[in-house]
């Protein structure tokens, strides 16, 4: 069975801003039946295949992965990206000229690889189960 337009809308609403209820009404359901409308649109299987296929599709455009990113930072924090900048000729032309990346913004670039692998702790994260004795005066089960 194929969706209807009003459905497809939804799905297109929903991927852009994941939230059901807008996504319901801008789909054209009404304000006091789009929660309802929403939570039932949800539960459709086909539904969740084209939202699914959707953002596959968003990623495999625009949206940068993982690896694209962090290859990126990678570069920048190597020096082996460059910036632009322009420079003023006179007679109303401009001209571009490559710099290496400035120190700062190679800093920030390993600041954030630093968070991306946990390098840089602010606090101790203590897992599993701890003993705690407290010493003072008088016994707790008096």
Known sequence: MALTPKRKKFCMEYVKNADMYDAAIKAGYSEATAKKAAEK???????R???AELLQSEKGG???NEDEVLGY???VMRGKEKDEVLSWIGGGVQDVTEIDVSAKDRLKA???LG?????FKDKVEVNGVTKIVFSGEGDLNE
Request: charged share 15%.
């Open 73 to 75: 930072l990678s570069s």
């Open 62 to 64: 625009t949206t940068a």
């Open 115 to 119: 968070k991306r692998y946990n390098l």
């Open 49 to 51: 295949a084209y939202i």
């Open 110 to 112: 390993a600041e954030l």
């Open 41 to 47: 649109i949800m539960q459709n299987i086909e539904v």
